[in-house]
């Protein structure tokens, strides 16, 4: 049978471009359909905004600091110069990704993309129906909002980099990634914060010492928080939104803010009318080859819901294209994956947290606590934590965890030591580098504690 394309991409973030580029790279006739910006949530509105403005945040911390140094420092903020200068810089990324898909004769769409069948989309603006012997779905996810009265009235991450000017105060409910990061922001920018979670400790998932840790680190940057409680409804109060809240508390707020969670962006895209099997929360199954359960169908990144990470949607786009089109099949481990926390203070971790390794068999905990060399000259007493968990006597690194200055860039280059099963003697043998914070990995002498038979002593 006889298609206008080989393969049709549905959504030109992440994972979707690089898939488009790696296909055509091989010789397929590929085109992309995208609604709204090359690049995605990543570069448009996610990680690299997200980064750009937690950087923005941290000038304060350096001037607070700063006079311990010699300097003396009279500092004021614009927002809107902030805004702009975002933007030049995601425009700039985007001109780059739309190049990237342009070189190997990808053909860009602008419009929205409705699936018709096992091989068929239709785009909506254009009104025309498209073939392709092969559909690639990634068209990541969007910001979870609560059904609650007067849930318009809030922002999510979406609007928050794009706002007319900062609010006096802010309401943050979540205490994931986005929710912390964004907490991190907007204190930093002397916008007066809460942040509001139903759990009883932010960054659920993660070990405990990196909870806690950030949790103390949120509070000494005057960021207040309230646990065990939710967002009930909210309503107009002149300039302000009042939030009530699920204690029957009240308060009003500048601007309030959902960060709960994120949802596949699959609602109206037509999956049901190919037989493409979906969950209750959007969420696309898919095989270790990122098929879906129409052979045809294919879908990466966070509409699969494996790994909401940047760098996975690559990966797994990357690795479809070499699957399907150049005869070399491979599949993304997800067991292994290094992640970062922008928020202040950072955190970076990869493998098994305390709680996680000690179901799998003994295992020691090496933790060191000390104070940021960069603060030793200031009053601040915030602590830096590194911990290295370990098969006992000296074995298998299970899990390393840091929270701190540069712990994503710490993390990263773990990773792959990690990832090659190197062992607690290993690190041992490296020479350690001073003076930096890195090098308390490679001299632990002796546990902090340990577990034996499923028990801490």
């Given amino acids: ?3 206008d394309y080989d393969l049709l991409v549905i959504g030109a973030g992440s994972g979707g471009v690089r898939a488009a580029r ?10 992309v359909i995208e609604e709204f910006r090359v690049g995605g949530t990543c570069v448009i509105r996610g990680c690299v905004p997200k980064k750009l403005y937690v950087y923005a945040s941290r000038f304060k911390d350096q001037f607070d600091i700063a006079s311990s ?51 068929s989309v239709r785009l909506v603006a254009g009104n025309r129906e498209l073939t ?81 840790g950030l949790e103390a680190g949120l509070i000494d940057r005057g960021i207040r928080l309230i646990y065990q409680t939710s ?28 960060a709960t969670g994120r949802r596949p962006n699959v609602d109206g895209l037509g999956l049901e009318s190919a037989g493409v099997k979906v969950n209750d929360f959007g969420v696309i199954a898919v095989d270790k080859f990122s098929q879906t359960s129409v052979p045809s169908i294919y879908a990466v990144g966070d509409v699969t819901g494996r790994a909401q990470l940047t760098p996975v ?12 089109y150049n005869n070399n099949p491979l599949w993304v481990d997800h067991s292994l994956i290094p992640t970062a926390v922008f928020a202040e203070p950072e955190i970076g971790t990869v493998g098994l947290t305390e ?66 099963s190197a062992t607690k003697a290993d690190f041992d043998r490296t020479i350690a580098l001073h003076p930096s914070a890195a090098e308390e990995l490679v001299t632990f002498k002796s546990p902090s504690h340990i577990y034996r038979n499923g028990h801490k002593v």
């Fill in 22 to 31: 790696m296909a055509a790279t091989y010789g397929a006739k590929v085109a």
């Fill in 132 to 212: 392709a012997e092969r559909i690639l779905i990634a068209t990541g996810a969007r910001p979870f909002i609560p059904e609650i009265p007067g849930a318009e009235l809030a922002i999510t991450s979406n609007e928050a980099f794009d706002l007319p000017a900062l609010p006096r105060s802010i309401l943050i409910e979540g205490g994931g990634y986005v929710a912390v990061e964004f907490a991190t922001i907007f204190a930093g920018l002397g916008v007066d914060t809460t942040l509001i979670y139903r759990g009883d400790c932010v960054l659920r998932g993660f070990d405990e010492d990196m909870r806690r």
């Fill in 1 to 3: 049978m006889s298609y």
């Fill in 69 to 119: 140094f010699g300097w003396q420092v009279d500092a004021s903020f614009d927002w809107p110069a902030l805004v702009a200068a975002k933007e030049r810089e995601i425009t700039r990324l985007e001109h780059a990704y739309t190049s990237n898909l342009e070189k190997p004769g990808v053909e860009i769409i602008r419009d929205r993309g409705v699936v018709t069948g096992t091989n």
């Fill in 355 to 420: 709680h996680e390794a000690a179901t799998h068999g003994d295992i020691d905990v090496y933790v060191a606590r000390f104070r940021p060399m960069q603060n030793t000259l200031s009053t601040r007493t915030e602590r830096m934590v590194l911990k290295l968990i370990t098969e006992k006597d000296g074995g298998k690194v299970l899990g390393v965890h840091i929270l701190g200055p540069s712990a994503a860039e710490m993390i990263q280059l773990v990773a792959i030591a990690v990832g090659m």
């Fill in 231 to 258: 967002i009930t409804a909210l309503s107009e109060a002149g300039d302000d939104v009042r939030a009530t809240f699920s204690d029957g508390v009240s308060a009003p707020y500048g601007a309030v803010m959902f």
């Fill in 313 to 324: 949607a690559i990966r797994e786009g990357w690795y479809f294209a070499e699957t399907v």
